[in-house]
Nanobody
Framework: QVQLVESGGGLVQAGGPLRLSCAASGRTFDDYAMAWFRQASGKEREFVAA???????????YYGDSVKGRFTISGDNAKNTVYLQMNSLKPEDTAVYYC?????????????????WGQGTQVTVSS
């Protein structure tokens, strides 16, 4: 019912910035939470950041420990899009980044809490 499409991934040098986008379609609820997860080759899926807004009344953000101070999540409700601005990228950030959404205003940091997932976009950070 809800489709998520990530974009913006690519190859970037260590220390550089990159911005990912996730466009949602078919969403029924105006108030919801969205998140970014990532999965490196041979590793488990890891929480990156989450975002929740209330029809323009405000927002809430939360970040995984490994990206605090470097990544920023934000959203554009009018476009049904969430962004992940990644700065000071490190080779360890290399992974497939997935967008997720859940029909709740409550922030969650575990993947079972999310109802919908995108196909992922590859981010590769070179040394």
């Amino acid at each position: 019912q809800v489709q998520l499409v990530e974009s913006g991934g690519g190859l970037v040098q260590a220390g550089g910035p990159l911005r990912l986008s996730c466009a949602a379609s078919g969403r029924t609820f105006d108030d919801y939470a969205m998140a970014w997860f990532r999965q490196a080759s041979g590793k488990e899926r890891e929480f990156v950041a989450a975002f929740s807004w209330f029809n323009g009344d405000g927002d809430t953000t939360y970040y995984g420990d490994s990206v605090k101070g470097r990544f920023t999540i934000s959203g554009d409700n009018a476009k049904n899009t969430v962004y992940l601005q990644m700065n000071s990228l490190k080779p360890e950030d290399t992974a497939v980044y997935y967008c997720a959404a859940r029909r709740s205003i409550v922030i969650a940091t575990v993947d079972p809490a999310y109802d919908y997932w995108g196909q992922g976009t590859q981010v590769t950070v070179s040394s």
